[in-house]
DNA sequence: CTAGTGTTGAGAATGATTATCGTTCTCAAC
DNA sequence: GTTGAGAACGATAATCATTCTCAACACTAG
């Protein structure tokens, strides 16, 4: 796979360890679980870095940001398909699922109110299953 | 309107003046901008007792909070049918929207997952057509 | 080669929220 | 009315995620 940053960006080593990291898995990762898994991997980046690899790698849409409910930013890999992110309360896990309706919703609402829609989140929270017959 | 708070809770002047301040207004109301709004009202109140106020009203389901994109959490009245939130990206206004599908959704969520759904939040960005006809 | 600009890493700074702590309030039992 | 236990208050310190600052380093075009 060759990737061509725009402009003046570059894809140093330090971001491509990060894309390299969330390419290759399903996970949702925050920035300080990277910056320690990098670490552990002996290929440390401080922690700043790892921020601003981010910003970059997401606006080059290279990953994808979510915002869950707690207060951390969230990245997973690009090119999946749209989804939309069930969280459980008790285990915290992270379950993705994706329904036609909804993109039916999005067209209703920019078709009344005129906006324009760039972008959207659908966060469900409860307890997954697994989590409801072990209690 | 006569509000009994749960157990120990106590329904204090402090939280009283938060409530109904939310309460009287269709604002998404953030915890600085309530300290603010009540002190210029000659009714000021520590920040940290607002924050615990709005914890308190929240579990007691007599507010309503909200996670947008920014770090802040928004609190609304509670008891309004639910709706949905569309943020412009320029003015940073809120509209709220509902559409039927989305009870589908959940259902359909539940009904595959096994899942116990509890709460959902959809955030919908882009531009609002105010903002788009001025640029 | 060299200037100009992008990038890095460490640490300071920021902003929202939560914890701490001494004091005050509430309320039921005495 | 007094007391005692626990809830609540307010000010401030602490925490947590994130962003900023800045000096040292690395590319790239001329």
Redesign the pocket.
């Known amino acids: 796979m060759i990737i061509v940053?725009n402009m003046?960006?570059?894809l140093?080593?330090?971001?491509e360890a990060i894309l390299e990291l969330i390419g290759s898995s399903d996970r949702h990762w925050?920035?300080?679980s990277i910056a320690k898994m990098l670490a552990r991997k002996g290929r440390?980046?401080?922690?700043?870095?790892v921020?601003?690899?981010l910003?970059?790698l997401e606006e080059e849409g290279l990953i994808h940001a979510i915002q869950l409910t707690d207060?951390?930013?969230r990245y997973e890999r690009a090119g999946k398909e749209h989804h939309d992110h069930f969280i459980c309360k008790l285990c915290g896990s992270i379950t993705e699922f994706s329904h036609p309706a909804e993109a039916r919703i999005l067209e209703h609402l920019s078709r009344e109110t005129g906006a324009v829609v760039h972008g959207h989140e659908f966060v469900v929270f409860g307890v997954c299953a697994s989590c409801r017959e072990a209690s």
Chains 1, 2 share one sequence.
Do not use: F, N, S
Request: hydrophobic share 30%.
């Open positions: 940053l003046k960006r570059r140093t080593p330090q971001r925050d920035a300080e440390a980046i401080g922690l700043a870095t921020y601003r690899g910003a970059v207060g951390k930013k």
